[in-house]
């Protein structure tokens, strides 16, 4: 059982930044890692994934303004979203996906919200 927890969401103003963490409670090297956004009143979405041997996908909304990234040692993958708009605002979860078996698992979710 894998168990994902994410920090690092709050308020910040339109073109702000924010750093997103979520850290694994095992070694994540094999893992696809991702993280997706809810925005109120809409469907989860993916935002940014990066797998086990660091190649990243960007939503089109987010290249350019978010970079993912892992540090195995850490058990532990980032978002550093800047330039953020109020279109960003929304609970980020953190999905871990063990790419052999497609068994994934999710953290409880950070809020971010951007004020205009």
């Known amino acids: 059982q894998v168990q994902l927890v994410e920090s690092g969401g709050g308020l910040v103003q339109a073109g702000g930044s924010l750093r997103l963490s979520c850290t694994a409670s095992v070694i994540i090297f094999s893992l696809r890692m991702n993280w997706y956004r809810q925005a109120p009143g809409k469907q989860r979405e993916l935002v940014a994934r990066?797998?086990?041997?660091?190649?990243?996908t960007y939503a089109d909304s987010a290249k350019g303004r978010f970079t993912i990234s892992r540090d195995n040692a850490k058990r532990t993958v980032y978002l550093q979203m800047n330039d953020l708009k109020p279109e960003d605002t929304g609970v980020y979860y953190c999905?871990?996906?063990?790419?052999?078996?497609?068994?994934?698992?999710w953290g409880q979710g950070t809020q971010v919200t951007v004020s205009s």
């Open positions: 990066i797998t086990n041997v660091g190649t990243t």
């Open positions: 999905n871990a996906l063990e790419v052999l078996s497609q068994t994934d698992y």
